[in-house]
């Protein structure tokens, strides 16, 4: 009786999926916006199961997501099914949303790898080609505007300030797709897992973001891509080059993530109003001497303690 349940929830999920699948992929508008919850069904079945079982609602998914929708299906159900399958797992085993988010980011990110490379492979479109030429495309079109406004001195500077984007748009791509893949994996889980507490799905609580503390390793890690850019000086260009910068760019963000949340938990500890905390922030991506000094505050914790010295004290 249990597993005629099991397979009755199963089938009603996979057609939820077909659904779901469906409308993303041919219904463009509404399309995009009902993709957010397609790994939900995925989540909700490997929360209630084990393996075995889970091994097959994901081959069940596989030959559905081919039917519905042939390469662009099984893109999908690579980027989404797999996500949701891990998300519901771990959430099984009890494992903490910042450790679920991080896993799961990986994973969309190595989806997301996966269907660019069978894109250029199979239907021949280079997407960073693509924007190149519309990037192009825009320049032109404005140096016929400065041309027919006799303003023919700016053509020069406006051509390199194109070439140091596209430079920069080659160059952090990694750091780009990581950081999106970050963002989307936190919005799916920020849509779907309200949903699937209605179903059971136990989905423990984010905590304050005060709170947040980072693994200490991120500190080794960009002390080591730091020096490495110090010690070796890579040309630009190379790929040891690309792999450090995009490596520092990467953990900075970290770094200053958890310097925000150190300065958001001193202001708690001083009754400071939180508004004080917000300013701080947008201060952060306009001025970048504020930048440093959060970074600074992020080494120190991740450092030295410095929370934990705070609480003594206090």
């Not at 992929?25 to 079982?53: M, S």
């Not at 080591?224 to 953990?251: C, D, K, Q, W």
Request: net charge positive; charged share 15%; proline share 3%.
């Amino acid at each position: 009786m249990k597993d005629v349940r099991k397979l009755t929830e199963g089938a009603i999920l996979l057609a939820a999926f077909a659904a779901l699948l469906l409308i993303s992929i041919y219904v463009p508008v509404v399309g995009a916006i009902v993709n957010l919850v397609l790994p939900l069904p995925f989540i909700i079945f490997a929360f209630k199961n084990n393996l075995k079982l889970i091994a097959a609602f994901v081959a069940a998914a596989i030959f559905i997501s081919f039917i519905a929708g042939s390469l662009m299906g099984l893109g999908f159900m690579l980027i989404y099914g797999l996500a949701g399958v891990l998300i519901g797992y771990l959430l099984q085993k009890g494992k903490s949303r910042t450790f679920i988010l991080i896993a799961s980011s990986l994973t969309i990110l190595v989806g997301l790898i996966s269907m660019y490379a069978v894109v250029v492979s199979f239907m021949k479109i280079d997407i960073i080609h693509e924007l190149t030429v519309v990037i192009n495309e825009s320049v032109k079109n404005s140096e016929e505007m400065l041309k027919a406004m006799g303003r023919e001195s700016e053509i020069a500077q406006l051509k390199e300030k194109n070439a140091l984007m596209l430079k920069q748009i080659s160059l952090l791509l990694p750091s780009a797709l990581i950081f999106s893949s970050i963002m989307f994996t936190f919005i799916i889980q920020w849509v779907c897992f309200p949903i699937a507490k209605r179903f059971g799905v136990n989905v423990q609580p984010w905590g304050h973001f005060r709170n947040l503390a980072l693994p200490k390793s991120l500190l080794w890690y960009y002390l080591i891509a730091l020096g490495a850019m110090l010690l070796f000086h890579p040309e630009e260009g190379t790929y040891i080059y690309s792999v450090l910068i995009n490596a520092r760019s990467v953990l900075e963000t970290f770094i200053l993530l958890q310097g925000v949340a150190l300065l958001f938990f001193l202001f708690h500890q001083r009754s400071i109003a939180k508004g004080l905390g917000v300013f701080v922030v947008i201060l952060t991506f306009m001025i970048p001497l504020v930048r440093y000094i959060i970074m600074l505050l992020g080494i120190t914790d991740l450092g030295f303690n410095f929370r934990k010295q705070f609480e003594k004290k206090e």
